[in-house]
């Protein structure tokens, strides 16, 4: 059974940035976590990449959603802005992540911490 307890009311702009809680990203990358299972690292939270940002191609190992609430991310090929939605799950590789723009992505990790390992996934 999953537990992150639970906030009454939560104002982001209130909550204070610290490092992304998973390990293997590269530096720079934060979070405002809005909840968090202390059991298995599972988290809710807003993500921040700044201008620059860049992640190689690789796997999460946990089911993961992300939503763009602003900046453009690069996917490989593809730029995602405003509005983009994405579901990963755990294990499935990934193309490399660039952040064009500052970007603030609504950050799921489902099944446990986010750690992401820079080789193809299982």
């Known amino acids: 059974m999953h537990e992150r307890g639970w906030i009454e009311l939560a104002h982001a702009p209130e909550i204070a940035w610290e490092p992304l809680p998973a390990e293997g990203w590269p530096f720079g990358a934060q979070a405002k976590v809005l909840s968090r299972d202390a059991a298995d690292g599972a988290f809710t939270g807003v993500v921040r990449l700044a ?6 191609a690789g796997h999460i190992t946990a089911d993961i959603e992300v939503f763009v609430l602003s900046g453009t991310l690069r996917l490989g090929d593809s730029v995602k802005g405003l509005g983009w939605y994405g579901y990963l799950p755990a ?32």
């Open 91 to 122: 294990g499935v590789s990934s193309r490399g992540w660039t952040a064009e723009s500052d970007v603030e992505l609504l950050f799921f990790a489902r099944t446990g911490a986010p750690h992401f390992k820079p080789e193809p996934g299982p």
């Open 51 to 56: 201008a620059g940002y860049r992640r190689p």
